[in-house]
């Protein structure tokens, strides 16, 4: 157990509508980092934010967002849904924003598109 | 960015056998992480490595960060090490890590 937690770790939609993933990170963790992981695109770091504060942007499209709360958990919300949004989403924390120490991933929330 | 490749893509193995995974990077990293993708889809870490060497039980990890590659090299291969391994870099303090495409390990007894 990394000690970080998503929710929720299956989720089936219809395509135009909007879900939120939602990731708490470990304790004492101030960064936390979104990636997609699908078979074609492999694991795509799509944003980082750090104690608050969007940190690093990466391939995250415009139809998606995501928010980092003062209690530190965060949210990243995906709207207008196409299939090919079906996906792995990974949420991952780490102690500083910076590089030089380990980022740990959660389970993972599963995300089908039908 | 930084980019990462893996190689072998592919590695097939017969259980108590030994294998190399090897990670080249295109920059400088303060940060360089192996993972273990089991078939749940978890990714586990194994080794947080920018440089040097660390072993823990059956794997051991090398970086070398002058020549920009690192090496994961599992010995006494078990089934349950059947996996992806990905190896991940980081470069200046502030970016995330950036995956390679991963090497995929069945081990057959």
């Known amino acids: 157990d990394s000690g970080v937690t998503q929710t929720p770790k299956h989720l089936i939609t219809a395509t135009g509508q909007r879900v939120t993933l939602r990731c708490s990170p470990r304790?004492?963790?101030?960064?936390v980092y979104w990636y997609q992981q699908s078979l074609d695109q492999g694991l795509q770091f799509l944003i980082q934010?750090?104690?608050?504060?969007?940190?690093a942007k990466g391939n995250i499209l415009e139809r998606f967002s995501a928010q980092q709360f003062p209690d530190l958990h965060s949210e990243l919300n995906l709207s207008s849904l196409e299939l090919g949004d079906s996906a792995l989403y990974f949420c991952a924390s780490s102690e500083y924003g910076g590089g030089g120490n380990t980022i740990y991933f959660g389970e993972g929330s599963w995300l089908t598109v039908v | 960015g930084i980019q990462v490749e893996q190689s072998p893509p592919d590695l097939i193995l017969q259980e108590g056998a030994n294998s190399t995974l090897r990670c080249n990077f295109s920059d400088s990293v303060n940060n360089l992480q192996w993972f273990h993708q089991n078939p749940w889809g978890q990714l586990i870490n194994l080794f947080y490595i920018p440089s040097g060497t660390k072993q823990n039980g059956r794997l051991s990890a090398t970086t070398v960060a002058t020549e920009r590659y690192s090496l994961l090299y599992i010995s006494s291969s078990q089934t349950t090490d059947s996996g992806v391994y990905f190896c991940?870099?980081?470069?200046?303090?502030?970016?995330?890590?950036?995956f390679g495409k991963g090497t995929t390990l069945s081990v057959s007894s």
């Open positions: 304790s004492g963790d101030l960064s």
């Open positions: 991940a870099a980081g470069g200046q303090a502030g970016t995330a890590l950036i």
């Open positions: 934010y750090y104690n608050g504060e969007e940190r």
